[in-house]
């Protein structure tokens, strides 16, 4: 079966410090995507970041880094130095490259920054 | 970037009133368009396909009778709520790739928070 589980459903920091958003997911595919996203309380959801399941490389944006493990099939977020913009629901997806293409989303991770 | 606007954003009506949501993408072309459902402090749920030119595709358990889609154009996709009732309050976004290829992000519209009283 198809899944992403993201099992911290609501974290709270204080501003500054780093907090590491996790995400697992399964399936039976050697091929496919994930994806993280951001929704801020106005409701659009943010792009952040896709990985094929070929490119175990982590990667690094500005405060944002991406810890991508196949043998744990875990996809993890880290902020560092947490702002309060950052306060928002984030989402793990994943996508298969096989039959229906369809984002499998987890149930997000609310993260509150507080100053 | 690509831009996809969703109007509006809040919507008051009663019980028993049909909605009407729009979803345009800005400054791409879009031959599919997605439509999602969140309930408070939920997931995004996939309800439905929207495909330009044609039929848009349901998916399981959502009723294609009440939740009318038409996609007339390569930048508009409609989602109507017919006759809805207060279990239809929900918050609806639409969303739509503006490059080609599963792999490619999907562009969100802001959503529309539907009450229905």
């Known amino acids: 079966a198809q899944k992403v589980t993201q099992a911290q459903t609501e974290i709270s920091v204080v501003e500054k410090e780093d907090v590491t958003l996790d995400c697992v997911y399964e399936t039976r595919d050697t091929t496919y995507y994930l994806f993280w996203y951001k929704q801020p309380p106005s409701g659009e959801l943010v792009f952040l970041i896709r990985?094929?399941?070929?490119?175990?490389q982590n990667e690094i944006s500005g405060r944002y880094s991406w810890n991508f493990q196949k043998s744990t099939s875990s996809f993890n977020f880290t902020i560092t130095a947490s702002q309060v913009v950052d306060s928002a629901v984030y989402f793990c997806?994943?996508?298969?490259?096989?039959?229906?293409?369809?984002?499998?989303f987890g149930t997000g991770t609310r993260l509150k920054v507080l100053a | 970037g690509a831009v996809v606007s969703q109007h509006p954003s809040r919507v008051i009506c009663k019980s028993g009133t049909s909605v009407k949501i729009e979803c345009r993408s800005l400054d791409f072309q879009a031959t599919t368009m997605f439509w999602y459902r969140q309930f408070p402090k939920q997931s995004l749920m996939l309800m439905a396909t929207?495909?330009?030119?044609?039929?848009?595709?349901?998916e399981q358990g959502v009723e294609k009778d009440k939740f009318l889609i038409n996609h007339a154009s390569l930048t508009l996709s409609t989602l109507t709520v017919t006759s809805a009732h207060p279990e239809d309050s929900s918050f609806y976004i639409c969303?739509?790739?503006?490059?080609?290829?599963?792999?490619?992000?999907?562009?969100f519209g802001n959503g529309t928070r539907l009450t229905v009283t």
């Open positions: 990985r094929n399941s070929f490119d175990e």
């Open positions: 969303s739509a790739r503006d490059v080609d290829g599963i792999n490619s992000p999907l562009h």
């Open positions: 929207s495909n330009e030119g044609s039929k848009a595709t349901y």
């Open positions: 997806a994943l996508i298969l490259t096989s039959g229906t293409y369809k984002y499998i």
